[in-house]
Structures are given as C-alpha cells and as structure tokens.
C-alpha cells in the first residue's frame, strides 16, 4: 500500500501507549504491504503496527489476522519455523487496539529487509524453510483451531467479480471517475486473455480435485515482500494471514522458475521424497494473476474513495498482473519441461 491512509499519527501514537503499553514517539509509515503499516519508535524500542482500514476488506483482514496469531504461536513453540512474526498482546489480554475505526495490530520488530529483488537468489534456501513447515504440519494443527484460510477447495471464489466486470465496465458512463475509465481501457483490451486463463485454471482445478494428495500447512504467499534477510543471513517468513491446509504446491508453484532445480532443498527440509504434480502446480500458477487482478478490481469499486488509491491498483495491475496473465502459457511449459528433464535425469542415475 504505497498511499498512506488518513490516520491521525499523534492519536495512533496515544492508542499504542495506551492500548499496547508501549513508550513510543515517532512512526514512519512502510508503503510495502497490502494494510497500512508503520514503524514506531521510542524508549521501548522498534514496533511494527498494522492497521486494518474501517472497510469490508479490512474487516476480512482483521479476522485473518486474529486467527493468525495461534499458528505464529504454535510455529514458535513446536520448533517448526522460529523466524516468524511475534505479536505483542495488548495490556488488557487482548490483541487489538480501535483508532478512528482501525483496527490496530502491534508486533516485535524485525531487525531484517524483503529479499525484494533478491528473491530468487534465495530459492534453495526457501524451499528448505518450506519443506521444514510442510513437514511441521502434524505438530502445529493440534495447536491452532483453525487457520487464517479454510482448506483448499480448488475453488474460485472470485470468478464472478472478473466475469461480470468483463461483461459490463465497457458501460461506464463518460462521467465515471478516472480510474474506472482507466481500468476499462485496461481490462477490454484483455478480456480473451484473462477468459482463456481462467478456462485452464478451471481444467486444472478438476484435475486437482480428483487426485489424493496430502494437505499441509501452507504460507501461500512466500513472495519477495514476505520473506526478509537478517544481518546474519538467516530467512524470515512474515505476513501468515493467507495460511491454510491445501497441497505443497499451494507453495511451491511460486517457485516455478527455479522448481526443478530447488526441489532437492524442498526435500531435504521435508525428510523425505516428494514428486510434484503438474496439474496442481498448474492450477495454482493460474489462479494467482487471476485472484489478483480480482482483489484490484473489487478495491477500485467497491473499496477506494482516493485517486491515489486508484493509480496505485491501476500501477500493479499493468505492471505485475496483466504480465502474469501473459507469461502463463509460456511458464507452463517451462515447468513442464524442466520437471520433465529432473525426472529423466534422475532415473539414469539413480
């Protein structure tokens, strides 16, 4: 969220002291993440705040976030993963502070920066953290009710959302506001594209559906802004509120460039043998640009009130999504041939 919210700093300040008790002085707002977040500094020390918006997406991110808390509880206390975000209860018991109708979150501070960029370069390392969460699933489940997400059911959800847009944003009156216009100009153009994708993702999902397989605990969502690198070169996995049972290729298809070659870590971390599944990799390399462009859509219309919030949606979908949609196609084969090629290799040598 690179456009901060209009939220009061010396009334967030007095609700942190107050709420969290905590003595801090000055915030910087962090423009990285989907929810508004700040760094506050003081005499306790660093915190980082998260700030759920008075909104229909910031309730559901609020909910998501309280049901995170057990599983960073439990991924501590079972030994499963120790880099994860600490929350820091409020003095009352509870977990949450109110402030002008946000919903506020406070955690430890994390001495550590997003790989960003360097995401790639630290593959093998994360599919190693991967496959260590993956088989920690047993030990953690019996600690947390329930997680963040439901259990995957290779569904999607938001189809409605992106065909009734394609169906009906080209009847915009000419005085709506600018970034829908914008966005019309940018979705017609890609409605065969964005159809065509959502058409192998339903293929795969049926696929999906009919094959046993395990469910683990997934992150789901390891990408460059959720993985962080400490001053003595040590991963860190933050932003758990998309969390949920579903297949290892929930989190491994993000890995898709550098699978084949990162999959020899992933099962080190898991302990034992593991051959990925094409389909279900498949389905879920198409459904994020689609799950994506969805959430963006449903903020420009029903969320947004700021041209700011506007042209940031309106930068991400042109810049990161519409270019995912493009590259499907072309990373499926990819995938497919590499894993084809690990698979060969393996059986004369082995």
């Known amino acids: 969220m690179a456009t901060e919210p209009p939220i009061d700093h010396a009334a967030l300040l007095a609700a942190v002291r107050s709420s969290f008790g905590l003595n801090v002085e000055s915030l910087t707002f962090l423009p990285d993440g989907t929810a508004p977040a700040y760094r506050a500094v003081g005499p306790s020390g660093k915190c980082f705040l998260k700030a759920m918006p008075p909104t229909v997406y910031g309730e559901q991110v609020t ?31 509870g977990w949450v502070a109110d402030i002008d109708g946000y919903r506020v979150f406070a955690y430890a501070w994390i001495d550590a920066v997003n790989l960003g960029a360097d995401w790639e370069t630290a593959l093998p390392e994360l599919a190693l ?45 000419a005085d709506a506001r600018p970034g829908l216009l914008a966005l019309r100009d940018l979705l017609v153009p890609q409605r065969a594209t964005i159809l065509s994708v959502l058409d192998r993702a339903q293929a795969f999902a049926e696929r999906a559906r009919h094959r046993a397989q395990p469910f683990v605990v997934c992150h789901t969502d390891a990408h460059g802004g959720n993985v962080m690198r400490d001053a003595t070169g040590n ?23 550098r699978l084949a070659e990162v999959l020899p870590a992933y099962r080190a971390g898991l302990g034992t043998e593991f051959t990925t599944d094409l389909d279900t990799l498949g389905f879920y390399l198409c459904r994020r640009p689609l799950e994506d462009l969805a959430a963006d859509i449903g903020w420009m219309l029903h969320e947004h009130t700021r041209p700011e919030q506007d042209a940031e949606s309106l930068g991400i979908i042109e810049k990161y999504v519409l270019p995912g949609l493009w590259s ?3 990373d499926l084969e990819r995938l497919a041939s590499a894993l084809s090629r690990t698979a060969h290799q393996a059986e004369h040598t082995g």
């Not at 019996?142 to 995957?152: I, V």
């Not at 991963?235 to 460039?257: G, I, K, N, S």
């Open 63 to 93: 909910a998501r976030a309280l049901a995170e808390l057990p599983l960073l509880q439990a991924l501590r206390s079972t030994g499963t993963l120790g880099r994860v975000p600490e929350p820091m209860p409020t003095v009352d018991g």
């Open 129 to 173: 953290l991967l496959g260590q969460l993956h088989a920690g699933s047993a030990s953690l489940l019996p600690e947390t009710s329930a997680l963040p997400m439901p259990p995957e059911e290779f569904g999607m959800p938001f189809e409605a959302v992106l065909t009734d847009t394609l169906r009906t944003i080209h009847e915009l009156p």
């Open 235 to 257: 991963l860190w996995l933050v932003d758990w509120e998309t969390a949920r049972l579903a297949p290892p290729e929930h989190d491994l298809w993000m890995l898709h460039a």
């Open 328 to 330: 499907v196609e072309a």
